[in-house]
């Protein structure tokens, strides 16, 4: 991987493993994309952000799930927040204590507290997974109420629900009723 500067973004050049293609990928100077042991890449603060700022915007398709890539969101029943590009939202791991939420309708991530500079931007997967199937992962954020398995939604205890219940998008919630 290199970088190149300029005088508003960073060109990352990077090879990607899974699809053995080099993709060219431009980075606000706002955020930075970096190595995490154990993760993989991961999108980090390149300035200090306060809580409810808008950290990253995204552009996605909308896609049915089932034609859907891994790398996809879900948003609701049977759709599917889905891009054909490679773009700096694409490294944002999850975390039990996430330090972003997603917007579906402003299409962005929003701060959900003060985030520091070089800290990894993170988000909830399960405020917006049902059931993740063969995707759910062991997880290695390291939060004091981490999940130790990410699943989907539906796998949580009560509790748990509760307490992402502000986050979670609509037809998450509307399953619990």
């Keep these: 991987m290199f970088v190149y500067r300029s005088k508003n ?4 050049r990077m090879r990607i493993k899974q699809r053995n293609k080099i993709f060219d990928l431009w980075v606000p100077r706002s955020l930075a994309i970096m190595y995490v042991w154990g993760k993989g890449l991961g999108l980090f603060a390149g300035r200090n952000f306060k809580k409810g700022e808008t950290v990253t915007c995204f552009r996605a398709d909308i896609v049915p799930c089932a034609h859907a890539s891994d790398e996809s ?5 049977r759709r599917c927040f889905d891009t054909k590009w490679l ?3 694409a490294f944002i791991n999850h975390g039990c204590a996430p330090s972003t939420m997603l917007d579906v309708h402003g299409y962005r991530y929003v701060a959900l507290r003060n985030i520091k500079k070089n800290e990894e931007i993170t988000f909830d997967y399960l405020t917006t997974d049902w059931d993740l199937g063969r995707q759910a992962f062991r997880c290695r954020c390291g939060a004091k109420n981490c999940y130790g ?3 989907g939604f539906k796998y949580l205890t009560h509790r748990q629900q509760e307490r992402i219940k502000p986050h979670a998008l609509p037809y998450l919630l509307e399953k619990i009723r």
């Design 9 to 12: 973004f960073y060109n990352m």
């Design 73 to 77: 969101v879900q948003i609701d029943e």
């Design 149 to 151: 398995v990410v699943r």
């Design 87 to 89: 773009t700096p939202e």
